[in-house]
């Protein structure tokens, strides 16, 4: 299984970035998918998570309204859209996959595959 993630660099606050997470290896459609993010510095968190449907999200509170999980399937593709980027949005953002059902997606030890990362700086 392979993910692979792309999309980020470098933004002033206020703008807006989208992330892609092309998946390969697996029946992409069967898993739930899921972005963390890790700052310099600090432990990795969740950020935004979508079941196997697409009919579930789930967002952090730091970024809810802000960021926007979706994906496609027939391109085996996730996306998270990022609007109203801040400073402490500075992270290496991860997409990851997940075999689990139900729940909120948020844990990441539910997830088995891991993308690259993604590095997002957002200048003040």
């Known amino acids: 299984v392979q993910l692979q993630a792309f999309g980020g660099g470098l933004v002033q606050a206020g703008g807006s970035l989208r992330l892609s997470c092309a998946a390969s290896?697996?029946?992409?459609?069967?898993?739930?998918m899921g972005w963390f993010r890790q700052a310099p510095g600090k432990e990795r968190e969740f950020v935004a998570a979508i079941s196997w449907s697409g009919g579930r999200t789930y967002h952090a509170d730091s970024v809810k309204g802000r960021f926007t999980v979706s994906r496609d399937n027939a391109k085996n593709t996730v996306y998270l859209q990022m609007n109203s980027l801040k400073s402490e949005d500075t992270a290496v953002y991860y997409c990851a996959s997940t075999p689990v059902y139900g729940g909120a997606l948020t844990k990441a030890t539910d997830y088995d595959y891991w993308g690259q990362g993604t590095l997002v700086t957002v200048s003040s």
């Open positions: 290896g697996r029946t992409f459609s069967r898993y739930g």
